[in-house]
């Protein structure tokens, strides 16, 4: 029995979709779920924020979609392992803690040489992190390489906590915000 | 049962389908109605008493009347499709409405440029050719309002607060665009019913504003999908600044350019997979040769589309980087890095099958054994890019294999996992098409030039210099900083295009008076081949259903990214196994459709009908 050309090229075309639908089962399978709002209460400790400042890192932030932690090479964007004790020497005149929130509040004011710019704002969408989301992820930051001393109180150029004194540490004014912060300009330090 | 009934029951069967088809569409909008989000109504507890039952009934319509009166005005943001939920149901829709808009689009394109062909050599065959194609055009074109109209209704209905921004932003786009839509029907109902009414001059230039204006559509309508992804012209807020901002964001020309290639590639496979399945179903030699003939045009439109859309693509994940790199690493390294792995194994079966339907036609002409004996290395040539570009970064593996291969990259395949490797497999690939066109072009014929041999020489003297310089950059991409290691696929393009210009130059030349060994024998054909044709299209639909999700799906858990958040239960980016099940069905529901298309474009062919003896002719 000759099968007809019409139903050839059907079994043809059901096979061929067949084939293809069943390559994108081979590869592997994550439902990617919309970042969980992070619950930050006013009494976490340094500790505390730490972790939930790791989880940020893997979640919401979708910092260690570019960044690494401990690779070497040819790499896109700067590996954070030991950043902390980095931190404080990248620019003259800011403080650890400062350089971390000029790095994500204002992340094309300072690009790490051998880098191109490419980080987003992280306080705005589409990231959009809050501003004490963002001290849990400058804790985490403090980990690698360092020891972590952010609490929630802690002030900072683009932040002024509840009841903080109104100047920050680093010398720049602690009520300053993103859109009238002043870009570093200085000569900067690999 | 007589033939007289037979005609009864056709007779009634029309009306009958109308009337069950009406009455689906009144149980499907009911059945929608009623599925919009509504508080129960629950008696109040002071109603509960004891009371009468007639009193106690009245009651509670009483006090669910006043409750209904008393209901303010609440925008609903979605509501849901039944079955599949609203995401997959706008998915499918639309990507049936881009794949039959993709068809109509290009298959203009390449009617006009061969009618243009016809009418200035004077050959009729050209002219039969393009008014075949577009003998597809006019009930695609009905499917495509039909599944546009579908698309603007059901994202009406179901994302009815995402629709009202979006029309706050591009309301000054969409009654050109409906003037644009009527301009287009006016063209190509003309251009195809004056087919042969017309001097050829007028006819030609109703083809070329066909054209324009399907083109002037198609950047509209690219215009509101890019803002979706990378929005522009708007405050911090959303509200809009600046509609022509709005228009020319980041990704709108590097969609529109890779959009009109990709069409005519798309348009190209599905034209020849017509002309395989009339081949296929041809009862003479005249008709098989026609067919043949039409199905390696189609086929040609498509690879020579197909081969600078890699470029058109590096384009657009440029620009989709200079935006965002967040959503170009989410494409490239994150949640649809794996995407790209079947998106390689689509591609190398395009580039497979492309070849292979060469080699195959290299047969119709006699002294082809010459250039046939190449087909063995540039077999092996696309089988080693396939497998570069078909290789993951990282691989699956247990505990116990990742801790002996000392991470998730195999410590030598991992190599070819990166870019470096890719865009060199990718530019490799495309000049071993490109030979392989070259080949058959001058399969059965012999240069007579005096220049012959210097001309032979400096063609393979520019192909190896291309694909030395194109591996040499993919090594040297290991040893760099990322900040060069991204420049350095412009060289890799630019080169391979320069290949490709070059030697064509050369080649025209070089065969332009040449001595033949035989004629091209249309028709003389194995049906496998046609087969070749069939699956390249289906590939080329399932590709651009795949890449049609990544561009949408990039946003993840936004309607316009970074503006207007998906709050609605569908806002997760689903596995890659469904998503490639959607588009399997979508594809399967577009060749059953476009079947239709084909069949009735038959139709066109067959004998009228005449009664048979005995019975009333009407």
Request: proline share 4%; charged share 15%.
């Given at each position: 029995m000759t099968i007809p050309h019409s139903a050839r090229i059907a079994a043809l075309v059901v096979a061929t979709t067949a084939f293809y639908g069943y390559v994108g089962q081979l590869v592997p399978q994550r439902e990617v779920q919309p970042p969980q709002e992070t619950l930050i209460r006013a009494d976490l400790t340094t500790a505390d924020m730490v972790k939930i400042g790791g989880e940020l890192m893997v979640g919401k932030g979708l910092c260690l979609t570019c960044h690494t932690i401990g690779k070497s090479g040819a790499l896109r964007f700067p590996d954070?392992?030991?950043?902390?004790?980095?931190?404080?020497?990248?620019?003259?005149g800011l403080s650890e803690i400062d350089y971390f929130a000029k790095s994500l509040y204002e992340p094309d004011s300072f690009i790490v040489p051998g880098f191109n710019p490419g980080m987003p704002v992280i306080n705005k969408p589409p990231i959009g992190l809050t501003d004490p989301e963002i001290l849990c992820v400058i804790a985490f930051l403090q980990t690698l390489g360092g020891t972590p001393t952010v609490t929630l109180q802690t002030s900072h150029a683009y932040y002024k906590a509840p009841g903080a004194p109104p100047a920050a540490p680093g010398g720049a004014p602690a009520n300053a915000t993103p859109t009238n912060a002043t870009p570093a300009k200085g000569p900067v330090t690999p | 049962m007589n033939g007289v009934t037979n005609r009864k029951l056709l007779f009634v069967l029309g009306p009958v389908t109308g009337l069950v088809m009406f009455g689906a569409v009144v149980l499907i909008a009911t059945f929608l109605t009623n599925r919009e989000y509504k508080e129960p109504y629950r008696a109040p507890a002071a109603v509960v008493d004891p009371t009468p039952r007639a009193a106690g009934l009245a009651d509670e319509r009483a006090a669910a009347e006043a409750a209904a009166r008393a209901k303010p005005y609440v925008e609903v943001e979605y509501r849901t499709f039944p079955v599949v939920g609203s995401r997959v149901a706008i998915w499918a829709v639309a990507q049936l409405h881009l794949l039959f808009a993709a068809f109509v689009l290009a298959v203009p394109i390449f009617a006009v440029l061969i009618e243009a062909i016809g009418y200035k050599t004077g050959d009729r065959r050209y002219d039969r050719l393009a008014h075949e194609f577009t003998k597809l055009l006019s009930v695609s074109f009905s499917l495509t309002a039909t599944f546009g109209a579908a698309l603007t209704f059901m994202l009406i209905i179901l994302y009815p607060k995402f629709t009202n921004y979006m029309m706050s932003v591009f309301s000054p786009t969409f009654l050109p665009y409906v003037l644009l839509f009527f301009a287009e029907a006016f063209f190509l109902y003309t251009y195809y019913y004056g087919w042969g009414k017309f001097h050829p001059l007028v006819h030609l230039a109703l083809g070329i504003g066909l054209n324009v204006v399907g083109t002037a559509i198609m950047f509209i309508a690219n215009a509101w999908l890019t803002f979706m992804m990378s929005p522009n012209g708007i405050s911090d807020g959303g509200a809009l600044i600046s509609t022509w901002d709005a228009i020319y964001n980041f990704t709108w020309m590097p969609i529109n350019v890779h959009r009109v290639i990709a069409n005519v590639a798309f348009g190209g496979s599905v034209a020849a997979a017509y002309a395989a399945f009339k081949f296929l179903h041809a009862t003479t030699d005249e008709e098989r040769a026609h067919y043949d003939w039409m199905g390696y045009i189609g086929n040609f439109v498509a690879i020579i589309a197909f081969l600078p859309l890699p470029f058109a693509g590096y384009w657009l994940a440029k620009e989709i980087y200079a935006y965002s790199q967040t959503l170009g690493l989410t494409m490239m390294g994150g949640a649809f890095s794996w995407l790209f792995i079947i998106q390689a194994v689509l591609i190398g079966n395009l580039f497979l099958g492309a070849n292979y339907y060469l080699w195959l036609g290299m047969g119709r002409v006699e002294g082809a054994r010459s250039v046939q004996r190449f087909i063995k290395y540039l077999l092996i040539a696309i089988a080693v890019c396939f497998m570069v570009w078909a290789t993951p970064r990282s691989i699956i593996a247990t505990v116990a294999e990742i801790r002996a291969m000392g991470g998730a990259s195999h410590p030598i395949l991992g190599f070819l996992g990166v870019m470096s490797a890719k865009n060199t497999a990718v530019n490799i690939l495309i000049l071993t098409t490109f030979m392989s066109f070259l080949l058959y072009r001058r399969t059965g014929k012999t240069a007579t030039v005096a220049w012959a041999k210097t001309g032979h020489t400096a063609q393979l003297l520019i192909f190896a210099s291309a694909a030395i310089f194109?591996?040499?950059?993919?090594?040297?991409?290991?040893?760099?900083?990322?900040?060069?290691?991204?420049?350095?696929?412009?060289?890799?393009?630019?080169?391979?295009?320069?290949?490709?210009?070059?030697?064509?130059?050369?080649?025209?030349?070089?065969?332009?008076?040449?001595?033949?060994?035989?004629?091209?024998?249309?028709?003389r054909m194995p049906a496998i081949s046609q087969y070749v044709l069939i699956f390249i299209a289906v590939t080329f639909t399932w590709l651009m259903g795949l890449m049609g999700y990544v561009r949408s799906g990039l946003r993840q858990h936004w309607h316009v990214y970074g503006v207007i958040r998906d709050t609605s239960p569908d806002a997760f980016t689903p596995t890659l196994g469904f998503a490639t099940q959607v588009v399997s069905v979508t594809v399967l529901a577009f060749f059953l459709l476009i079947g239709f298309v084909f069949w009735l474009a038959s139709l066109h062919d067959l004998p009228d009908f005449k009664p048979r003896t005995g019975e009333k002719s009407s």
């Open positions: 954070l392992a030991g950043v902390a004790a980095r931190a404080s020497t990248r620019i003259p | 194109v591996i040499f950059l993919g090594v040297y991409g290991y040893f760099v900083e990322a900040s060069v290691r991204i420049g350095l696929s412009v060289p890799q393009v630019s080169s391979v295009l320069f290949a490709m210009v070059a030697i064509t130059a050369i080649d025209f030349f070089l065969y332009r008076r040449p001595k033949m060994s035989g004629e091209v024998r249309w028709g």
